[in-house]
């Protein structure tokens, strides 16, 4: 926790505002996203929200914020060990910790932006659906996969320094494969398998259902995620271990 909290402040150090971009840096997205595709692109969703009460730039902002986190854990991710040197050379450190350092770090600014999504919620249709209690459970299993794909990377990018090089791609492909300004029900039949197969698509759309349209967790879906999820990290946490003891010779 403690190494969490440095991280974060870090992050904003002798900035003009400090923290405050932590609250600034969201609202304003918000604000861009609500005049850009309201005013300009009048985009609408494609499904019906009750009331018409949610606009398109709230629905989008949900999904935005679940992919945020992933791209922020991804960007980090082949640098974690490289940049924590003196952890791995001069101490004994447990350096499994480190990729889940950069998760609550990151878990930080995507909690403060879900914040605000609820208040622009409650402003918008003058209530919040009880099923947003239910949002640190849903986004479990979310938090498990990005923590076994941290391991994989972190791991990886010690010995193949190209990783970081493509993150970038990487981030950009999944930005556009996922139902971040669609529905999953608007991908082309053919094309159908890209959102079935995308670790992005559930956490996206649990979000939109319990911040957004009041639909509560679908217990069998949850827990296929969280199954997978669960085999994913151990399986990440396992190639993690096994490279850890040639990352001082290299380093």
């Keep these: 926790m403690n190494l969490a909290k440095r991280e974060t402040i870090s992050r904003y150090k ?3 505002f400090g923290l405050l971009w932590s609250i600034l840096s969201p609202l304003l997205m918000l ?12 985009s609408r969703w494609g499904m019906t929200v009750e009331n018409n009460a949610v606009s398109y730039p709230v629905i989008l902002f949900a999904g935005l914020i679940v992919f945020n986190f992933f791209s922020e854990c991804l960007g980090k991710s082949p640098s974690i060990v ?3 040197q003196n952890f791995v050379k001069k101490i004994i450190f447990p350096l499994e910790i480190l990729p889940l350092v950069s998760i609550l770090s990151a878990l930080f600014q995507s909690a403060i932006s879900f914040c605000i999504l609820l208040v622009f919620i409650l402003v918008e249709t003058g209530g919040i659906p009880w099923t947003a209690l239910l949002l640190p459970v849903g986004m479990l299993p979310y938090l ?3 923590l076994g794909m941290m391991f994989w990377l972190s791991a990886t990018g010690v010995f193949v320094r190209d990783i970081s090089q493509t993150v970038g791609l990487i981030t950009t492909g999944m930005m556009f494969i996922s139902p971040i300004f669609f529905p999953a029900t608007s991908f082309p039949e053919h094309w159908q398998f890209l959102a079935h197969y995308n670790p992005l698509t559930y956490p996206i759309e649990l979000a939109r259902d319990l911040l957004v349209f009041g639909v509560g967790i679908q217990l069998y879906d949850w827990l296929t995620y969280l199954g997978f999820s669960l085999v994913f990290c151990w399986l990440g946490y396992a190639w993690f271990q096994k490279l850890r003891i040639g990352f001082a010779d290299v380093l």
């Design 14 to 16: 002798e900035s003009l």
């Design 31 to 42: 604000t861009i996203f609500s005049f850009v595709f309201t005013n300009i692109f009048k």
């Design 82 to 84: 490289m940049g924590n």
């Design 144 to 146: 498990i996969f990005i």
